[in-house]
């Protein structure tokens, strides 16, 4: 028998190299997930990095052919893998049961968190709920007709009467024609009617992703082009039943950069943080529900594990909730958005480390990572914590331990299978958009924390040439406390996604900034869903009623007064922390923020730009049909009038 292929690898029984290799290949790997000595640990290491570098191992979905730097960085990864391991055991750290739900509780948690818990709890008419349905495009509604159907459905197998049944909500009839009568519950209620849409009348593939030139002659590349202005699950026809497009192509991980841009709308940018809290929350109820269309129109199944219930730490700062944490550190400092603790080691490591060789790579010592652990939990609240003990290797190892030891993963319990899920779409510029979705669902605490961390990562990566951390290092090593769970069933899951999980990774730290931006279509759905509730609102008494008459005749009054201003596009803009608190501006297609920002500044003089060196203002738009949204300094603001002519304009300083 000849044994030259095996590449000098002892193994427990030979296969030969045929097309069946990979399914042998995944057999072998359950004798090597349960062992646990250490002398076999490293051999189990050796053994999976020699295979997946010669191709025995079977590569995730979205691997693409693997450059030289990402083949040695597997060893980066299931070196990180082990010193987990290693520190589990050392610290005794508890295993958590993966816990699925069924159909049930899958779809009722679904409708909760989609904000659209009315459809099953009977109380549809004037909710929020209704508003929200109101505003969503065919396929969306399609997809939550069809979770509330599954719902009904299970309810029924297990003899249970529904409160409230699907086609109370959603016509069943042919939808070919062009109007139909409204559906009417048992309760005589109206059910709201599928929104308006029209299908394009030409197949135009993934209008979302288009290629332009490079400006660059030198650099003979395409640049893709990420359009913000329409729902991404409508730009994937084309890949339904398998099929795929030439625009989504596969780019290869080998790739320094990825050449995904985006185009600044009129509107402006919006990043997450310029929306009020309560816009945010309806982000992430059109985010879920867009997110799914987007997984089945792709052909993935949306899964979510159950919420573990378990008694967490609430003193100390290891295994202690990341809202606990960030509670304590607002007593102390408010304002705060990331757990002190961790911006903590983060600055340790940018004063000290970005330049040594091998950051993030090369542990500290175990004994000593453990003592300064102690140390941190009893002594940081009390400010007697001595940072200058701590080497680099040392806040290094505190960080990943920090991650791993959170008793709900930074990424979400509920949200991990989707996160693991978007390994297995085959197009990176797909990829992206799930992962655009899925920060966009992430807890407010959770995505900041996530936000420092990638700027900390980048910053990493900016320093290869020193510290030899290429992009494909940094993201082995941080992908495994990231993506390894507390359980007990996913080891052979982790195992075979290794390269998936970190290409992920990478896509984090690089399309940050991106993924951190708002969709102009979400912020669209925001404003029907404010416009709805507003024509919705009825008052509650005759007190009410009077009180609202007054401040409508106000309202008119003052219009009356600036009608000539408004009927030459006129919008007059508040600044009460300047001295001129009050101005009127004239708009035109060129007319930006940040012009309005300068004019300020001209007309109040000396005293404004001192005012400003001490606390720089920036322009909102604030009522109407959003709550409030900071305005980029390049947003065109006679398109923002446009979309929003009952707004107020005021100039202020940020409060986050």
């Known amino acids: 028998m000849d044994l030259k292929d095996s590449g000098s690898v002892v193994l427990t029984a030979y296969h030969s190299f045929t097309p069946s290799r990979i399914h042998l290949a995944e057999e072998s790997y359950a004798p090597l997930a349960t062992t646990h000595s250490p002398v076999s640990r490293k051999v189990q290491h050796r053994v999976l990095t020699r295979m997946s570098a010669t191709g025995a191992m079977p590569p995730s979905p979205p691997e693409r052919s693997m450059s030289r730097d990402s083949q040695d960085s597997m060893e980066d990864y299931w070196s ?11 610290g005794q750290e508890e295993m958590i049961e993966r816990s699925s739900m069924d159909e049930v509780e899958l779809e009722e948690a679904w409708l909760h968190e ?133 625009d989504c192509q596969r780019i290869r ?37 867009e997110l799914t269309t987007f997984y089945d129109a792709l052909g993935i199944e949306l899964k979510r594990n159950r919420m573990v219930r378990s008694k967490v730490r609430e003193t100390g700062i290891f295994g202690v909730p990341l809202t606990t944490l960030l509670e304590n550190d607002q007593k102390k400092f408010p304002g705060s958005k990331v757990p002190l603790v961790f911006k903590k080691l983060l600055s340790k490591l940018e004063q000290t480390g970005l330049q040594t060789e091998g950051i993030l790579r090369v542990p500290g010592s175990a004994s000593r ?29 505190l960080l ?9 993963p930074l990424l979400t319990q509920q949200h991990m299978p989707a996160f693991t899920a978007a390994q297995n779409i085959p197009s990176t510029k797909h990829q992206l958009q799930a992962l655009h979705l899925l920060i966009l669902l992430l807890p407010e605490v959770n995505r900041d924390t996530l936000k420092a961390l990638l700027e900390f990562l980048n910053k990493v990566v900016a320093y290869e040439e020193k510290n030899r951390m290429s992009l494909w290092n940094v993201s082995m090593i941080v992908a495994p406390n990231l993506f390894t769970s507390r359980d007990k069933t996913t080891r052979q899951e982790e195992m075979q996604g290794a390269a998936g999980a970190a290409h992920l990774v990478r896509l984090l730290i690089i399309y940050q900034d991106l993924l951190w931006t708002v969709p102009c279509f979400l912020i669209s759905h925001v404003r029907k869903m404010n416009e709805a509730a507003m024509s919705k609102k009825t008052p509650s008494s005759e007190k009410t009623k009077r009180k609202l008459l007054r401040r409508r005749n106000t309202d008119r009054e003052k219009e009356k007064s600036e009608v000539t201003d408004l009927r030459e596009g006129v919008i007059r803009v508040q600044a009460p922390l300047h001295a001129k608190v009050s101005m009127a501006i004239q708009l035109d297609n060129e007319t930006r923020a940040r012009d309005v920002m300068a004019r300020f500044d001209f007309e109040n003089g000396q005293g404004s730009r001192s005012l400003s060196r001490r606390q720089k203002c920036f322009l909102f738009e604030v009522g109407g049909n959003i709550g409030e949204r900071c305005l980029h300094p390049d947003t065109h603001l006679l398109e923002v009038y446009r979309v929003n002519p009952h707004c107020e304009w005021i100039l202020k300083s940020r409060t986050t």
């Open 400 to 408: 990943k331990m920090f991650i791993r030891e959170l008793p709900h």
């Open 369 to 397: 990572v453990k003592h300064l652990r102690q140390e941190l939990d009893t002594k940081f609240y009390e400010d007697r914590f001595d940072w200058e003990q701590v080497r680099h290797n040392d806040a290094a190892g």
């Open 114 to 246: 989609a904000g659209l818990s009315t459809l099953v709890s009977g109380t549809l008419t004037d909710s929020p709920a209704e508003a929200l349905l109101s505003t969503l495009t065919r396929s969306q509604a399609a997809m939550v007709k069809k979770r509330l159907d599954n719902y009904t459905q299970t309810m029924r197998k297990r003899n249970k009467q529904p409160i409230r049944h699907v086609r109370d909500v959603f016509s069943t009839a042919d939808t070919s024609t062009a109007e139909h009568t409204p559906p009417v519950s048992s309760n005589g209620q109206i059910a709201p009617k599928l929104p308006h849409w029209t299908p394009p009348k030409a197949h135009q593939p993934c209008q979302a992703f288009r290629p332009v030139e490079s400006s660059v002659k030198e650099c003979q590349m395409e640049v893709y082009i990420l359009s913000f202005e329409e729902p991404y699950s409508e730009g994937v026809t084309a890949h339904r039943k398998g099929r795929d497009c030439h």
């Open 80 to 90: 990180e893998v082990r010193n987990i391991e290693e520190d589990c055991q050392g």
């Open 253 to 289: 991980k080998g790739d320094k950069d990825l050449p995904f841009q985006i185009v600044t709308p009129k509107q402006g940018l919006t990043r997450v943080h310029d929306l009020s809290s309560e816009d945010i929350k309806k982000i992430a109820c059109i985010s879920l529900i």
